[in-house]
């Protein structure tokens, strides 16, 4: 849907409450903001308050379904050309005139696409850009990528008018140059380590009329790479039984800031090896473990595992992946004897 998590306020911010971007793998979200309460019938007719993602989207699945029906933005309209039109069309600013933070809400909050209004989508919906010359934490970044637009034709699009607005809404997310091929250069101010840089770009048609919302973020290198604690091994009688680290990263912040930061592993594997290399046993299933949240992560052999364990060396080695990380974080516990 086009709305994944939104909700709203009296005045017109997004609620504490609702989830912040990026998601998981690394990509913008949510899409788009929607009022997130509404007064449903409970036991007896008794009229309840419901809230949250469903209510949300189910708001924007009701617009898009009034879009469809009445023959915008085409009589046989795809759900990406859907999506575009209510993208364009949101509200990027709040009642005050401050900008929505497009990593709460999004391309803005929830609006009816106005008559007559062509909206162009974008391949892919959202950007994942990681730069081309970072020169470390604290220093200014320059990224590139092409954008493919769909909707229009070439010579229109030269016309538009681009600007972004940073994740946060505080001002803008980098300097957009666009060169006649749709090729944009983004410049970006200094970054705090594993940290997100970008936000919405917005473009603007010959009449002034809004087109076209994407967000982007762009991502240092080492950015989505999954910490992992050293491994500590543990023991049962003075012998080696398993091993025990800390996996990921939380730190919770203040949801009226920047939030709560969360990075978690999309696979690890756990291996028992020999201090040469050769592999012993995988304790993990086959492909690792999937999506694990940041926590400490403990595993014990079991009794059948150690009784095999012929005299020897051995060691842990932990290979750990966040979504998009190019080189896993491998870490090895000290040597041991059976």
């Known amino acids: 849907g086009a709305a994944r998590t939104a909700t709203d306020r009296p005045s017109g911010d997004v609620s504490p409450f609702t989830s912040r971007g990026p998601a998981f793998d690394g990509t913008p979200k949510p899409d788009l903001a929607a009022p997130g309460a509404a007064t449903a019938a409970g036991l007896d007719d008794r009229p ?13 699945a009701a617009e898009a379904a009034r879009l469809a029906a009445a023959g915008a933005p085409g009589a046989a309209a795809t759900p990406a050309q859907l999506r575009a039109a209510l993208t364009a069309a949101a509200a990027a ?15 803005g909050a929830l609006r009816r696409p106005p008559a007559g209004t062509r909206a162009l989508a974008t391949d892919p919906e959202s950007l994942l850009i990681r730069p081309q010359r970072f020169g470390g934490f604290g220093r200014p970044f320059v990224a590139r990528t092409t954008l493919r637009l769909r909707g229009a034709p070439r010579r229109e ?21 666009v060169s006649k091929r749709l090729r944009l250069t983004i410049r970006g101010p200094a970054q ?3 940290s997100f840089s970008g936000g919405r770009l917005e473009a603007r048609d010959a009449a002034d009329r809004q087109v076209l919302s994407v967000l982007y973020t762009v991502v240092p290198k080492d950015a989505l790479d999954v910490p992992v604690g050293p491994l500590e091994l543990t023991r049962r009688g003075g012998a080696v039984s398993g091993v025990r680290f800390a996996l990921g990263a939380f730190e919770r912040g203040s949801p009226f800031a920047a939030g709560t930061r969360l990075r978690p592993a999309e696979r690890l594997e756990l291996e028992l090896l020999r201090p040469g290399g ?39 080695r932990v290979r750990a992946r966040a979504p998009r990380q190019a080189r896993p974080t491998v870490r090895r516990s000290e040597v041991f004897r059976r």
């Open 93 to 107: 600013d709040r009642p005050d005139g401050a900008p929505l933070a497009p990593a709460a809400a999004g391309a």
């Open 157 to 177: 699009l030269r016309r538009l008018r681009f600007r972004s607005v940073a994740a946060d809404g505080a001002g803008p997310g980098g300097r957009i140059t």
């Open 48 to 60: 309840v308050i419901v809230g949250g993602t469903a209510v949300a989207a189910a708001r924007v």
């Open 192 to 194: 705090a380590p594993g």
């Open 278 to 316: 050769e592999l012993v046993r995988r304790l993990t299933p086959p492909g690792g473990a999937r999506e694990l949240l940041p926590a400490e992560y403990a595993y014990t052999l079991d009794r059948r595992t150690l009784r095999g364990l012929h005299r020897g060396s051995y060691v842990f």
